[in-house]
């Protein structure tokens, strides 16, 4: 569902609202709406497939969970300048500190497989330290894909298949803890709202550096006949805290007007 509507707002600029309708009228969003684009459907899937591979015990409440219905075409058209595309991404990732667990939207490359993943279609992407990514596809969202998979669902318990983590029996993954979102590291997108005077770059800049964030890459998009401009900047991998911590400090200053988004990139 939501990548069938990220879809037409990157490939048709549609807006969001428009967009929502447009799918609860062709089947692929319920009538309430908000287990989809609220990310809570792929988190089910997330868990599902982190137990098979980790072992992982986790419930919806213990991992983050975001949607997309704060994403604009603002967003959109910027990731694409970056040189990316924005996907509602289930992600679960082996790192020396633990296991991490999220569902947000997420800026990754172009040129990666996932991204061509466009429509009702979604997939599952491995990534193994010899064999690098391989990727299942298929149909996502509608009647009959959904149908198809709750039916095979249904016989698997009747005839009581089960398949063991990695075809191991428990054990492989023992010991493995679930990463708290704030220590997790990866790339970031900030956009925000500043005023058009000399000085206000350097006070930003400063700020995430006291966070120990270092950019990227930056855009600075003008109004025509107004006094603000809109920042846009990528990071170098960070943690999550350091990131939340320095939001929360450009908020304070008097130069920064209303909420600055944030989005995750996945490289």
């Given at each position: 569902?939501?990548?069938?509507?990220?879809?037409?707002?990157?490939?048709?600029?549609?807006?969001?609202?428009?967009?929502?309708?447009?799918?609860?009228d062709?089947?692929?969003?319920?009538?309430?709406?908000?287990?989809?684009?609220?990310?809570?459907?792929?988190?089910?899937?997330?868990?599902?497939?982190?137990?098979?591979?980790?072992?992982?015990?986790?419930?919806?409440?213990?991992i983050?969970?975001?949607?997309?219905?704060?994403?604009?075409?603002?967003?959109?058209?910027?990731?694409?300048?970056?040189?990316?595309?924005?996907?509602?991404?289930?992600?679960?990732?082996?790192?020396?500190?633990?296991?991490?667990?999220?569902?947000?939207?997420?800026?990754?490359?172009?040129?990666?497989?996932?991204?061509?993943?466009?429509?009702?279609m979604?997939?599952?992407?491995?990534?193994?330290?010899?064999?690098?990514?391989?990727?299942?596809?298929?149909?996502?969202?509608?009647?009959?894909?959904?149908?198809?998979?709750?039916?095979?669902?249904?016989?698997?318990?009747?005839?009581?298949?089960?398949?063991?983590?990695?075809?191991?029996?428990?054990?492989l993954?023992?010991?493995?803890?679930?990463?708290?979102?704030?220590?997790?590291?990866t790339?970031?997108?900030?956009?925000?709202?500043?005023?058009?005077?000399?000085?206000?770059?350097?006070?930003?800049?400063?700020?995430?550096?006291?966070?120990?964030?270092?950019?990227?890459?930056?855009?600075?998009?003008?109004?025509?006949?107004?006094?603000?401009?809109?920042?846009?900047?990528?990071?170098?991998?960070?943690?999550?805290?350091?990131?939340?911590?320095?939001?929360?400090?450009?908020?304070?200053?008097?130069?920064?007007?209303?909420?600055?988004?944030?989005?995750?990139?996945?490289?």
């Amino acid at each position: 569902t939501t990548n069938y509507m990220l879809t037409k707002m990157i490939n048709d600029g549609a807006k969001y609202d428009e967009i929502l309708k447009e799918a609860q009228d062709l089947g692929y969003a319920e009538a309430d709406p908000t287990f989809d684009v609220g990310g809570f459907d792929a988190s089910h899937k997330l868990l599902i497939l982190a137990s098979i591979a980790y072992g992982i015990d986790a419930k919806p409440e213990d991992i983050l969970i975001e949607g997309i219905e704060n994403i604009t075409q603002t967003d959109v058209t910027f990731a694409k300048e970056f040189g990316y595309e924005i996907k509602l991404l289930g992600i679960a990732k082996k790192v020396e500190a633990g296991v991490e667990l999220r569902v947000h939207a997420t800026m990754i490359p172009q040129n990666s497989m996932i991204a061509k993943v466009d429509g009702v279609m979604n997939a599952v992407s491995v990534v193994g330290d010899m064999v690098g990514e391989t990727m299942y596809y298929g149909a996502g969202a509608g009647g009959d894909a959904t149908a198809s998979a709750v039916i095979a669902d249904i016989i698997d318990i009747v005839r009581g298949n089960q398949a063991p983590m990695l075809g191991y029996k428990r054990g492989l993954e023992d010991g493995l803890q679930l990463l708290p979102i704030e220590d997790i590291v990866t790339n970031y997108y900030l956009r925000m709202e500043v005023d058009d005077k000399s000085g206000v770059l350097a006070k930003i800049t400063t700020t995430l550096g006291e966070f120990d964030i270092s950019i990227e890459s930056m855009l600075q998009k003008a109004h025509r006949n107004e006094s603000s401009v809109k920042l846009l900047f990528t990071t170098h991998k960070c943690r999550e805290a350091k990131i939340q911590e320095a939001i929360s400090k450009l908020k304070e200053l008097s130069c920064v007007h209303g909420d600055i988004a944030m989005m995750r990139i996945e490289k």
